[in-house]
């Protein structure tokens, strides 16, 4: 009897030594910070923000959501009304690679493994050289199950975010994504 008990418990330790190991390996995503600052923990709750829209490109699909400052000045007319964002806006954008849903009678295509997380806030105070807002990327690694910041230096979110791309659509307040009528 004590012999097979024995090998039970070496069974049962180890199992609990590998749950915990990666536990203690999972990544805090609190501490993540992009190279411009832009930290995860400023975006804390963004799963159960509300949809702003949807988009794809030729390999992923993306959901933008938008926190509760964000909507309600969507819903105010802005930016269609010439009014900027206030100060508090948040975005994020979540980047899936896409596959076909093979349960589905129609062509139709999905979120498959999470490619990256983007987000974008609005602080003029603090990101007074990138139109007031704050950029930041992490790229996810599904095999590590960790997220890194994008970008090669600070400058990121500055001169890549806003000089190539955000810059472009000042007319809007820097934000690509409209508000569609739902």
């Not at 909507?71 to 802005?78: P, S, T, W």
């Not at 076909?100 to 602080?123: G, H, M, R, T």
């Not at 809007?172 to 508000?179: E, G, L, N, P």
């Amino acid at each position: 009897m004590q012999i097979k008990r024995i090998p039970m418990f070496l069974i049962v330790a180890v199992s609990l030594s590998i749950v915990g190991g990666v536990a203690l390996a999972q990544q805090d995503r609190d501490k993540l910070k992009a190279l411009d600052g832009v930290s995860f923990s400023e975006f804390k709750g963004y799963e159960d923000w509300q949809d702003v829209a949807v988009s794809r490109t030729g390999g992923d699909v993306k959901a933008i959501l938008g926190n509760s400052v964000a909507i309600k000045a969507y819903r105010e007319g802005i930016p269609a009304n010439g009014k900027p964002f206030p100060d508090g806006a948040k975005w994020v954008k979540i980047e899936w690679f896409k596959k076909p849903n093979p349960l589905s009678p129609y062509p139709v295509e999905v979120p498959d493994k999470l490619q990256a997380l983007s987000f974008i806030e609005k602080d003029s105070k603090r990101f007074p050289d990138s139109g007031g807002y704050g950029y930041a990327q992490f790229d996810y690694d599904a095999k590590a199950g960790t997220f890194t910041p994008y970008g090669k230096d600070a400058s990121f979110g500055t001169s890549y975010c806003y000089g190539m791309c955000h810059s472009k659509v000042k007319t809007t307040d820097y934000i690509f994504t409209a508000y569609p009528f739902r």
